[in-house]
């Protein structure tokens, strides 16, 4: 039988670096796609080394003509791993509409764009998987996400409605929530305003009590290894019977309080819970 082929986009660091090394370790021929080629070299050694069948292709989910041409290249595609996102961090009154245009344009047009270039052919084989990368911040927005959860909370309602969609013609969607994940992501954020240092800002305290209540949201283990969402990837893939994955402690945790309170307890219990007080 024919090896499956999984397209991942963003696969230079973090989670997707760990899932394209999980996958192909697992005997996938996976297509580890990245904006810039150069920061491939780690993963093409480690696939070397391991004996992988891997191969980097250049994707940049922000251009139609990327897409299209390393889709291309790629051949067929079983499943894809729309993965390639960054965050957008600071007070919504200094968010700039430009700056939720880019946000938008990575974290749902990108993967709306590898969505659009995948589907007609696995419709057709009858076959296909989707995974759509979200955030717990596709479920819950905090002060200072306000850009990032609207992105999330936007790629979450994509993957809802497409999965009632293809359900049809035997392709599944899948909704990966991480919680905090130990990758290079907090370092390549888009700091704007109070978040960038700007000390007129009158949020500017807010940042700090934000990143304290971040580190009692996570505790002593902190933030959890960006392997765990790719076993939760591939548990997606091989298993596939939920919709959603909540991935790490803090996602059970946030994601169960919110689905069990209502907006008021929910908002007074983690406050508590965080020493909140903005
Ligand atoms: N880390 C967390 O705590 C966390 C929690 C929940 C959800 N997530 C989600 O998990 C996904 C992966 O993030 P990560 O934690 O692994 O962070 P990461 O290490 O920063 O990885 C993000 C990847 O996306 C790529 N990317 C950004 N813009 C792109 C574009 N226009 N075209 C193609 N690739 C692009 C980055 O490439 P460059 O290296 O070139 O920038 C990088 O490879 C994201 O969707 C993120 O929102 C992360």
């Known amino acids: 039988m024919a090896k499956e082929s999984v397209l991942i ?97 990575t974290n749902v047009h990108g993967p709306l764009r590898c969505i659009n270039a995948v589907l007609p052919a696995m419709r057709e084989r009858g076959k296909g998987v989707i995974i759509n990368v979200s955030s717990v911040g596709g479920r819950v927005a905090g002060p200072l996400t306000g850009a990032y959860a609207a992105s999330k909370f936007a790629l979450e309602a994509l993957s809802e409605s497409l999965h009632y969609e293809v359900g049809h013609f035997g392709v599944r969607v899948h909704i990966i929530e991480p919680g905090g994940i130990d990758t290079p992501f907090p370092d390549k954020r888009r700091l704007v305003g109070a978040a960038a240092g700007d000390e007129s800002s009158p949020y500017r305290p807010l940042i700090g009590e934000w990143e304290q209540a971040m580190g009692r949201l996570l505790g002593e283990g902190g933030r959890s290894p960006a392997s765990m969402v790719a076993d939760a990837i591939l548990e997606a893939i091989e298993k596939g019977d939920k919709l959603r994955y909540p991935v790490g402690p803090d996602a059970q945790m946030v994601l169960m309080a919110r689905k069990q309170m209502d907006d008021e307890t929910f908002e007074s219990t983690m406050r508590q819970q965080l020493g909140l007080t903005w």
């Open 9 to 105: 986009t963003g696969s230079n660091s973090g989670i997707g670096r760990a899932t394209a090394e999980r996958l192909a370790g697992r005997g996938y021929r996976v297509l580890a796609t990245m904006r810039n080629l150069d920061k491939g070299g780690d993963l093409a050694a480690a696939a070397e080394k391991g004996g992988w069948d891997l191969t980097l292709l250049p994707l940049d989910v922000r251009e139609d003509g990327s897409v299209r041409e390393a889709f291309r290249r790629a051949g067929d595609v079983d499943v894809l791993v729309n993965n390639a996102g960054f965050e957008v961090f600071g007070p919504l009154e200094e968010v700039t509409p430009d700056d939720l245009i880019d946000q938008f344009d």
